[in-house]
Antibody, heavy 115, light 108 residues
Framework: EVQLLESGGGKLQPGESLRLSCAAS????????MSWVRQAPGKGLEWVST????????DYADSVKGRFTISRDISKNTLYLQMNSLRADDTAVYYC????????WGQGTLVTVSS | SYVLTQPPSVSVAPGQSARITCGGN??????VHWYQQKPGQAPVLVVY???DRPSGIPERFSGSNSGNTATLTISRVEAGDEADYYC???????????FGGGTKLTVL
């Protein structure tokens, strides 16, 4: 059974850093593109970043480019999102999702950035 | 940047068909995916690659894509279909993924 479990969310102040994790089971993350998608309170879905299956190349939304870094640890079958220089508008539930079609999603982890 | 436009809301009576559109420049040349999200839950994929259904998704959910508009059609709408629906595209030319703004489906 495919499962994605995010962790690492919390409440931080502007300018601080946080690393989110997404532990995968039931499949091997290196065989799929993996993405982070976020949803601000009461708002729609926003794509954040993707790491490609084949070469591990990465793509970022303009809103997070230069501040966020996506990575994966194949030995742990885990996806990460390193978030630096956090801002109030980064407040959201962060989901990890599998494949080009985002066919499986985790339950999400809440990140709150507030002074 | 590539923009996907959805109507904010669609209302339909039980048993009728609901059509939710997703507009984008030449979206017919992209692969469109659709998600259903109920309050407090993660999104669920209901249609992928324009018109394919994941296992476990009822046949009542169907999709089409041509020209500048992709459409999610829900036939014989049930109360349990009430949710937010989002379209999504991986815009190859920009290497960016894009979501529509979402459509709230209300079952009257």
């Amino acid at each position: 059974e495919v499962q994605l479990l995010e962790s690492g969310g919390g409440k931080l102040q502007p300018g601080e850093s946080l690393r989110l994790s997404c532990a995968a089971s039931g499949f091997t993350i290196s065989n799929y593109a993996m993405s982070w998608v976020r949803q601000a309170p009461g708002k729609g879905l926003e794509w954040v970043s993707t790491i490609r299956r084949s070469d591990g190349a990465t793509d970022y939304a303009d809103s997070v480019k230069g501040r966020f870094t996506i990575s994966r640890d194949i030995s742990k079958n885990t996806l990460y999102l390193q978030m630096n220089s956090l801002r109030a508008d980064d407040t959201a539930v962060y989901y990890c999702a599998r494949d080009v079609s985002l066919d499986y999603w985790g339950q999400g982890t809440l990140v709150t950035v507030s002074s | 940047s590539y923009v996907l436009t959805q109507p904010p809301s669609v209302s339909v009576a039980p048993g009728q068909s609901a059509r939710i559109t997703c507009g984008g420049n030449n979206i017919g040349s992209e692969s469109v995916h659709w998600y259903q999200q109920k309050p407090g839950q993660a999104p669920v994929l209901v249609v992928y690659d324009d018109s394919d259904r994941p296992s476990g998704i009822p046949e009542r959910f169907s999709g089409s894509n041509s020209g500048n508009t992709a459409t999610l059609t829900i036939s014989r709408v049930e109360a349990g279909d009430e949710a937010d629906y989002y379209c999504h595209v991986w815009h190859i030319s920009s290497d960016h993924r894009v979501f529509g703004g979402g459509t709230k489906l209300t079952v009257l």
